[in-house]
């Protein structure tokens, strides 16, 4: 399941800017 990838970087993107 490479969809949940992307949604991951895009979740890790989220936290850094946390």
Do not use: F
């Not at 399941?1 to 946390?18: A, C, D, P, S």
């Amino acid at each position: 399941e490479y969809l949940n990838e992307r949604i991951g970087v895009h979740t890790r993107r989220k936290i850094l800017h946390q």
